[in-house]
């Protein structure tokens, strides 16, 4: 029975291959049909744009980076000199951690990042100066250093989306606090702090080709109110490249501009460099 069953199901294969029993028309498949294909496809093999929206599900990432700025500028307080970062050796590349986590649901946008930089410098100054209300003399040892924090919460609206490319119109809140200290040899320690909140605006380009992803994010802003004030500008751009999916590392640049001042402290402050990073994404 088994072998007949097979046989009668042979010759009806062949039969319909050699057209001695007709087939139905193939038909084309309907929107429905198509948008359910199109719907699996996508499913079995997401899009992954930038880090900003890769991985299996696509609306988050999670990356750690270490920058390598270069501090050039100068600060000053409230009745002292102007104190250029070179003059205290202070115009060096030092490493810094940055983070952020970013989620972007259908057309929207949000992130939240930070990073946090340390320069110090050891010199002996050729002329007198005064800072945080202490006096240092000429050709006295002086150990220098400066600390910027900078915290930052993002949002956007994709005013272009399509499957490989993203623009980003972004709307946020910054957070900045410096420090810069003077140890002198013999005249002691002077210290000075800034905090200034930054609202800022700025546009988000996020590109991807094969497995290599690209960013590029630019915001900024000038601000003025009572004793508080700033022009920022932050510009950083990546490239990447996606491991298994849900997996990623990048390459970038990064240059700060900042020129802020409250009550009795003033800086004007330029960071740029390169950075590293790596990250997961889902």
Known sequence: MRCLTS????????????????????????????????????????????????GLVGWIAVRVDAWYPRLDGEFSSLGGDIIDAAELNLDTNAWGPAAEVTLTPGRFFFRFDFYRVRFEGDSTISRTFSFG??????NE?????????????????????????????????????????????SSGEAEE?????????????????TKFLFEVEASGLTISFSDVGADYFDIKASVGITL??????????????????????????????????????F
């Open 7 to 54: 046989l009668l199901l042979l010759a009806a294969w062949s039969a319909a291959q050699t057209g001695l029993i007709p087939v139905a028309p193939a038909r084309d498949p309907s929107p429905a049909e198509i948008a359910v294909e199109n719907f699996v496809r996508d499913t079995r093999e997401p899009m992954v744009l930038a880090p900003a929206s890769g």
């Open 141 to 185: 040892d002086v150990n220098a250093n400066v600390r910027i924090d900078n915290y930052r919460f993002l949002s956007g609206f994709a005013v272009v989306k399509t499957a490989p490319i993203r623009l980003y119109v972004l709307l946020g809140l910054g957070y900045y606090h410096l420090e810069g200290k003077v140890v002198g040899s």
């Open 244 to 281: 298994f999916k849900v997996a990623m590392v990048r390459l970038g640049y990064r240059y700060v501009l900042l020129n802020g001042y409250v009550s009795d402290f003033d800086v004007d402050a330029k960071l740029d460099g390169f950075f590293l990073g790596a990250g997961v994404q």
């Open 193 to 209: 702090s800034l905090d200034i909140p930054a609202p800022l605006i700025g546009l988000l380009f996020q590109a991807k080709v």
């Open 133 to 138: 209300g202490v006096s240092f003399t000429i």
